[in-house]
């Protein structure tokens, strides 16, 4: 068996948040670490449980999940987010993608459907409800793979798996000041303002255009 994926999930419904607990703990593979009410809270946990793989967090839940998103990227805390909401409206879903969730699932989706999400964030996946892929894809021209030189593509591979830029400066044998200007470079060649949206686009040109985080 593989490495345990460890989680901290963080909803304001107690009877979502057992549900969502007693539903991951019956796999073989992910382990709830601890449950947070509110936002407060969750980033209190984060700050306990360094070694926690993905947080499962309600987008609407009291110290509003933007706010706490906002907060566990201020300090770089090595945590993938999947984002959990109701409601699959275009607000919702832009807010995400520019804080740079690693996923966004849908309370409506089956139980199952958010299993395969965890799993695949901890991965280092992008997982997103088709209702974003407007959002993701924007109705723009975007470049072909060729306008980026042959390490920008291996510095945006290694985004795309969910390496931080340290990672990624130890993978390539280079200084983490080259991966940042290789970033720049990324971010300007492609059109995109974030990690999120450089991932987005790579995965794109790797997959099917139906598939949108299955």
């Known amino acids: 068996m593989g490495k345990t994926i460890r989680t901290i999930l963080a909803d304001d419904h107690a009877l979502v948040l057992e549900g969502l607990k007693g539903m991951l703990e019956a796999t073989d ?38 706010q706490a998103l906002q907060e566990i990227r201020r300090r770089e805390l090595p945590v993938k987010v999947l984002v959990l909401t109701a409601f699959g409206d275009g607000e919702t879903l832009q807010s995400a993608l520019e804080l740079e969730a690693e996923g966004v699932v849908l309370k409506t989706e089956s139980p199952a459907q958010t299993i395969i999400a965890v799993r695949q964030v901890a991965e280092g996946r992008l997982v997103f409800p088709r209702a974003a892929q407007k959002l993701m894809f924007q109705k723009k021209q975007e470049p072909s793979s060729t306008d980026l030189s042959t390490r920008e593509g291996e510095v945006l591979e290694l985004v795309a798996k969910g390496f931080t830029n340290p990672e990624i400066a130890a993978n390539l044998s280079v200084s983490e000041n080259t991966i940042r200007f290789h970033m720049k470079n990324i971010f300007e060649k492609l059109g995109v303002t974030n990690r999120t949206e450089a991932a987005a686009w790579y995965f794109k040109q790797q997959m099917p255009p139906d598939y949108v985080g299955k």
């Open 29 to 66: 593979d992910i382990e709830v670490v601890a449950t947070a009410g509110n936002g407060d809270e969750l980033l209190d946990l984060l700050a306990v449980h360094e070694d926690v793989d993905v947080v499962v967090m309600d987008w609407h839940m009291p110290f509003h999940g933007s």
